[in-house]
């Protein structure tokens, strides 16, 4: 317990060393770097009513910054739980009065196939994964740039001067869930699944002032800098972020097979997310969100394909509207499909392979564009941001294995990688993960 203890305080000293200004709330982080209270720059120029000059900058990265909650809240009423079906399904043999395994194959990974789980069967299962999120609409999270104008640049002056920023966005979604399924009958389950999310969010931006419109007069806007020419500096960093810990959106969902002949199926269900996640610290999406969801399955010999579609409906929350002032808006909606096969290798390893797909409906996008400042002092071009609302796909790929370690016991890997650049995308995210059948 002192180790443990220790472990935190260290942890603890480390995050307040690294962010000092760590905001009471992660989806907060954003707002206070580029926001009023962050990204600021001085001046000592006097007006002609001997007032001093306000320097006033803003960005449509500024203004529009609740993309990235927005991208984030999306995630998370998105993201892959493994299938809550057992990975052993059984149906019920009235010539010997036992129960017998349907499938060779221990089924999809993180989908649905057809099969229900059996009539008084119960199975628990646990899994741990991580998404460290590497794009933005393809643009490297490393370095997104963004241009920030003066209040009332088209009055030219002075006030064409620009701010250019390289922003540098971390962040990383670790879940862990505990997932329960029960058989009400041969063709009707019922699961639970509990997740616990830790996600890490920090951002740096780099600021430097082009000097477009004032030229050499360094007086006029500024970053307070005492190693600086006369403390006027050209360059400053903004930093900020944190992490949290603590319960996700809860999932309970329904599933009954609804056509079984020979080696075919098909399913229907419904899903129901809890906005019990503290969305406000990125936990959860905030929003309640329901998903009705269709799953055929078929069985040729050792091979299972499946094919899985769902349409996400989601309800409103502050991180589509305003942390801050509380204003909430809808989380976009999904539709969801999912093609893949499952292959029985022998009695105790299954194999799995699927494609995932995301249909996001009118979402706020970021995208890349050039911004050309104008002034006095001449010309000149730099790369910027735009945002705009649209529908888009996201298409990723999975690939996986169960093994049966023992009686009831099934083992689980699973990598799931992006096939495209759109959306808030990962690399690579692993799951592992462990299920009990009894």
Avoid at 200 to 221: E, F, M, N, P, Y
Avoid at 236 to 253: E, K, M, N, Q, Y
Avoid at 264 to 274: D, I, M, S, T, Y
Wanted: with cysteine.
């Amino acid at each position: 317990m002192r180790t443990a203890f220790l472990s935190v305080v260290l942890s603890l000293a480390c995050a307040t060393s690294a962010f000092p200004q760590t905001p009471e709330k992660l989806a907060l982080v954003l707002q206070d770097v580029f926001g009023p209270n962050g990204l600021r720059v001085d001046s000592q120029a006097l007006l002609p009513d001997g007032s001093t000059h306000t320097a006033h900058f803003n960005s449509a990265f500024q203004s529009e910054f609740t993309q990235i909650n927005i991208a984030l809240a999306s995630q998370l009423t998105a993201l892959p739980l493994p299938s809550p079906a057992s990975g052993f399904t059984y149906t019920f043999d009235s010539a010997t009065g036992t129960f017998a395994r349907s499938t060779q194959s221990f089924g999809p990974i993180l989908t649905d196939r057809a099969e229900t789980i059996g009539r008084g069967r119960f199975s628990f299962g646990f899994n741990t994964q991580a998404f460290g999120f590497d794009t933005l609409e393809g643009l490297d999270l490393g370095g997104i740039p963004a241009v920030f104008t003066h209040d009332d640049s088209e009055l030219g002056g002075g006030r064409a001067d620009v701010v250019t920023t390289v922003n540098a966005i971390q962040a990383s979604i670790a879940q862990m869930s505990a997932v329960f399924t029960y058989g009400i009958t041969n063709r009707l389950d019922a699961s639970v699944a509990v997740p616990v999310v830790r996600t890490k969010l920090t951002v740096r931006s780099d600021a430097r002032i082009q000097r477009i419109g004032t030229g050499t007069d360094l007086a006029v806007h500024f970053f307070a800098d005492p190693d600086a020419p006369g403390g006027f500096g050209d360059t400053r960093t903004f930093s900020g972020g944190g992490s949290a810990t603590g319960l996700g959106d809860i999932i309970l969902r329904v599933k009954g097979t609804a056509l079984r002949e020979a080696n075919r199926a098909l399913a229907a269900g419904l899903e129901v997310r809890l906005p019990s996640g503290d969305e406000q610290n990125l936990l959860g999406s905030g929003a309640t969100g329901v998903k009705p969801f269709l799953a055929f399955s078929a069985v040729m010999g050792r091979v299972s394909p499946h094919v899985n579609l769902a349409y996400q409906w989601n309800g409103t929350s502050v991180l589509a509207g305003n942390v801050r002032t509380g204003e909430r808006r809808r989380v976009p909606a999904q539709v969801l499909y999912v093609v893949g096969a499952d292959v029985g290798v022998d009695s105790r390893l299954t194999v799995a392979f699927e494609v995932l797909g995301q249909r996001v409906i009118d979402s706020p996008r970021l995208g890349a564009r050039t911004f050309t400042a104008v002034g006095p002092a001449g010309t000149a071009t730099f790369p910027d941001v735009g945002f705009a609302v649209s529908t888009y796909s996201i298409t990723s790929g999975a690939a996986g294995f169960k093994v049966n370690l023992a009686r009831g016991i099934l083992a689980t890997f699973n990598l799931r990688f992006k096939l495209g650049s759109a959306g808030l995308a990962d690399r690579a995210s692993p799951l592992v993960g462990v299920e009990y059948g009894f």
